[in-house]
């Protein structure tokens, strides 16, 4: 009580501009700098640290970060906000733009991760066929070539079906369509070089089982990209090396090595 009466008889007796500082002077003799901080520090120029931002705060500036690009600390506020305010209004935008965050950052494994959390947490929201499609696109801009394995693709693929088939009115069905035609150019581009690998090599039973898996999925997109020819001649011998039965193994792997 003693340091308060000393705060009210100072400001009596100082000029206004000065009331500021007696009370941080009374402040930090009594309740030490940590108080002082708390209630001054944006004043003297420290900045409020992240935590003690408001959520209405946080959402602003992670807004604001994403117009300017800067889509690190975009995350940095989305995910504080997630974090020390999980039950406010704005949390649901903070998962919404996490992902948008991480997606524009092409960091699409992370960008994947926080759409489908968003999809398992608010299945029924208006904005899900928005979402389904950008889990669809994480996935497929994620691909790197098409010698590599093609899961990635394929888990593409599934998203946008799901938009179609779930929301075949929204705009975003539209898009899905689009990209499914090149998830599908993808996957078969992936089966004929595999097919060539082993027609190759002569293994000719594998090369015919990726031949007839393109054949069966993809007839449209090996029409598209021109590899009818390519694929008729390989399948053509396949058959007929595959009609002779298996083939017999050299000499080495005979014996044993």
């Known amino acids: 009580m003693k340091c308060f009466r000393v705060v009210s008889e100072t ?9 500021v ?7 930090s003799g009594c309740a030490g700098t940590n108080l002082m901080e708390f209630y001054f520090g944006d004043l003297f120029g420290k900045g409020t640290s992240a935590i003690d931002k408001t959520a ?37 935008l903070a998962e919404l733009k996490l992902g948008d965050a991480y997606f524009f950052n092409t960091q699409y494994g992370e960008a994947s991760i926080a759409y489908e ?25 994620a691909f790197s070539t098409v010698d590599r394995d093609p899961e990635e693709t394929q888990l593409a693929y599934q998203s946008f079906q799901k938009v ?21 150019k993808r996957l078969v581009s992936h089966d004929i070089n595999v097919a060539r690998y082993y ?16 054949i069966q999925k993809y007839p449209q997109a090996i029409a ?3 590899y009818g020819k390519e694929v008729q001649k390989m399948m053509t011998k396949c058959e007929a090396e595959c009609a002779k039965g298996e083939k017999k193994p050299s000499f080495w792997t005979r014996v044993g090595f």
């Open 11 to 19: 400001v009596s007796c100082i000029p206004r501009l000065a009331v």
């Open 21 to 27: 500082a007696a009370v941080v002077f009374a402040l």
């Open 56 to 92: 209405e705060q946080l959402a602003v500036d992670g807004m604001q970060q994403m117009q300017k690009k800067n889509y690190d600390e975009a995350v940095k506020d989305f995910k504080k906000l997630k974090e020390h305010y999980p039950y406010s209004k704005y949390a649901i």
């Open 117 to 141: 959390e968003f999809v398992r947490l608010h299945p029924r929201n208006e904005v899900i066929p928005y979402v389904l499609y950008q889990v669809g696109m994480s996935h497929f801009l």
């Open 164 to 184: 179609i088939q779930n929301f075949p009115k929204s705009e975003y069905a539209k898009k899905s369509e689009k990209q499914i035609n090149e998830c599908r």
């Open 199 to 214: 027609y190759t090599v002569e293994e000719y039973h594998a090369a015919r089982s990726r031949l007839r898996n393109a």
């Open 224 to 226: 598209d990209m021109g």
